[in-house]
């Protein structure tokens, strides 16, 4: 049991549990982000059943938009 203890400090594993748990923490930080972000996702369905349809056309809802600058656009679709 002591050995295994001291193997987990040394120091050439240090980068790898630094680089694990950055890993890590990215993607929870992602999952997150889009269960609270994204309007495909419906946590209220009593009062809001359809999210995705109060979208306005100027919404970013992307994680990320390279050429796409989304105040400009304009409505293209009826309201329900």
């Known amino acids: 049991v002591l050995s295994a203890i001291s193997n987990l400090f040394r120091n050439n594993l240090i980068p790898l549990f630094i680089f694990i748990g950055g890993g890590c923490t990215m993607s929870l930080t992602y999952l997150g982000r889009l269960a ?45």
């Open 36 to 80: 609270l972000r994204n309007p495909d996702v419906c946590w209220d369905k009593k009062n809001n059943p359809e999210p995705w349809n109060k979208l306005g056309p100027n919404d970013q809802y992307k994680f990320y938009a390279v050429n796409m600058d989304y105040s400009k656009l304009k409505k293209d679709r009826p309201d329900f």
